[in-house]
């Protein structure tokens, strides 16, 4: 078991400001240790100069800081070849890359398989091919949260060219078995994409294992800065794929007319890029491989067996709670409602039927409520709205793990939901 | 007790037990105000005499903040005529809350007045103004 108090030393955040915070917003953002605070403000102190552009030894060192981070964050998700990795802003903006530039390669009556468990940023990217023509499906969820795989099955079919999964879903925590997925996807001849987003940050994952065409995830969420992310792809994969921004860097020689791209990763990172940012994500990585992901997941799901443990022992009333309930399956992500609301559709007329005032108090008042406990949850729709409407309610708050949490945090949740119980009623 | 304690309790009284809180049968003006991002939703039926509402409820169901604010809001704005209500400016709304609600609570402080003032609009489009 990992000592989170231990790990919460490692961390300016809290022992400073963050000291009486009980942050339980990870799917969302995580804290930075002071080792990734430091591997930035040394970079912009001792290298900062521009890459690629090496005739002086300082901008030379800055590409080689760079290049280190792209081979080392390559290792830690099992890539063989450091060109496989593509620095991007964020999961979004790798997911926007492929729907753009894979998009160039479909055609009217083309489908694109997702899940109804997507973030936003793997449906909206793929709504703006609909305009061509291009067909969106959503392979829907079983009573338990789990994905059904019967639905997926009959929703893949020879039109399918794409086919985009997240592998944890950030607002049910279940985790999807990828590889499953990715082989059935790949017998049907179509592009496997894993959003890893919640995944990578919280489990071992490989991406040889997984045998994904792309992947896709954000730094931040995984003790890295804000503003860099990765894609990986299959360096076939990605030599097959039109560019997606233009600009600096990504050509080699530019004429009137046309141009030359350069070789990947290159010809995907147009302009100057976030080196500071992959530096620290680089930080991260060593941070988060001292301690072993296999730790991090053991410890996480030590903490939602504990919370569904909880759940059921106190009786919270009006408490409900979403995902499996099997921590085999199931991140550190725990959604839950005290009492339901659901969502409307009453063409602009309403009566006293549809009032469920005093039944359920609404997550933003739970979030506001736990605030004053200093316990930061989120709540919302948490950029699953699809998800969220699939449920039938309007919203959920969410508490969501990471290495520094602790069964005491749990423990606080849970005494401050009682009390919000209390107020309301 | 701090001005924002004592603020957060009125809150929750007007939360607990709304003012105004039913439908008028019969109403002049009938509007619903939903936000499907949360779920938020607010409807006013107001009676119309002479300019000015000489009734007013309303029906919802939401957030503290939401509710509460439809609840205080038809306190404020019964008996007064449309004209002074369509003055009222959402900074008079938070100030009438008198709690420092993030941005992203504002939205839901808010949603009864767009309801109450669509509300206007619709009435006077359907009488013309009288």
């Not at chain 1, 900062?48 to 981070?69: K, M």
């Not at chain 1, 964020?90 to 009556?109: D, F, P, W």
């Not at chain 1, 091919?129 to 969820?141: V, Y």
Request: proline share 4%; aromatic share 8%; with cysteine.
């Amino acid at each position: 078991m990992l000592s989170s108090e231990h790990f919460k030393k490692d961390f300016p955040f809290f022992t400073g400001k963050g000291k009486n915070i009980t942050f339980l917003d990870n799917a969302a953002t995580t804290q930075k240790p002071a080792e990734v605070i430091d591997a930035i403000s040394d970079f912009y102190t001792n290298f900062n100069s521009n890459v690629r552009r090496g005739i002086y030894r300082l901008s030379e060192e800055a590409t080689d800081l760079y290049a280190r981070s792209r081979e080392n964050i390559s290792q830690f998700i099992g890539s063989s070849d450091p060109r496989q990795l593509v620095f991007v802003r964020n999961a979004t903006e790798a997911l926007n890359l492929l729907a753009y530039s894979l998009g160039r390669g479909l055609k009217s009556g083309d489908e694109v398989l997702l899940t109804i468990m997507e973030h936003h940023s793997n449906i909206v990217p793929w709504q703006f091919l609909k305009d061509r023509g291009i067909r969106l499906r959503f392979a829907d969820i079983k009573k338990d949260g789990t994905l059904d795989m019967d639905d997926f099955r009959e929703k893949l079919n020879r039109k399918t060219r794409v086919v985009s999964v997240t592998e944890t879903s950030n607002l049910l925590g279940t985790i999807n078995d990828v590889r499953e997925i990715g082989k059935m996807a790949h017998e049907n001849g179509s592009t496997f994409i894993v959003d890893a987003a919640q995944s990578v940050p919280h489990m071992p994952v490989d991406v040889m294992r997984q045998d994904c065409d792309f992947m896709a995830f954000s730094g931040h969420k995984m003790l890295g800065p804000m503003g860099i992310g990765v894609l990986y792809g299959k360096a076939d994969q990605l030599e097959a794929l039109p560019p997606f921004n233009g600009g600096g860097e990504m050509i080699t020689e530019v004429y009137e007319d046309h141009s030359v791209y350069a070789e990947v990763p290159d010809r995907f990172e147009a302009g100057t890029p976030n080196v500071a940012g992959a530096v620290g994500l680089s930080a991260a990585v060593d941070y988060l491989g001292r301690i072993g992901m296999e730790n991090v997941r053991e410890h996480e799901k030590d903490l939602i067996s504990y919370t569904l443990e909880k759940e059921r022992d106190m009786h919270v009333e009006g408490l409900v709670s979403y995902g499996p309930r099997d921590p085999e399956i199931r991140g550190g992500i725990y959604s839950f409602n005290l009492g339901e609301m659901h969502p409307l559709d009453l063409g602009g007329q309403m009566d006293e039927r549809h009032l469920d005032i005093g039944k359920s108090v609404h997550p933003h008042d739970v979030g506001t409520d736990l605030d004053r406990d200093n316990i930061a949850v989120r709540a919302g729709h948490h950029c699953a709205m699809p998800l969220t409407h699939r449920l039938n309610v309007v919203a959920t708050s969410r508490a969501s793990y990471y290495i520094y949490n602790s069964r005491k945090d749990v423990d606080r949740l849970f005494d401050s939901l009682e009390k919000i119980v209390g107020v309301y009623s | 007790m701090t001005d924002e304690d004592i603020n957060t309790e009125i809150l929750l009284e007007h939360y607990r037990s709304p003012h105004n809180y039913g439908q008028i049968q019969d109403a002049s003006a009938k509007m619903m105000e939903y936000n499907p991002v949360c779920g938020d939703t607010v409807q006013f039926t107001i009676s119309v005499d002479g300019g000015a509402i000489r009734d007013i409820k309303f029906i919802g169901r939401g957030c503290s903040v939401s509710q509460a604010s439809a609840s205080m809001l038809t306190d404020r704005v019964l008996g007064k005529s449309l004209e002074e209500v369509k003055k009222i400016t959402p900074e008079d709304i938070l100030q009438m809350i008198g709690l420092s609600l993030g941005p992203s609570r504002e939205k839901c402080a808010l949603l009864s007045l767009n309801a109450l003032h669509k509300c206007i609009r619709k009435y006077e489009e359907e009488t013309g103004g009288n």
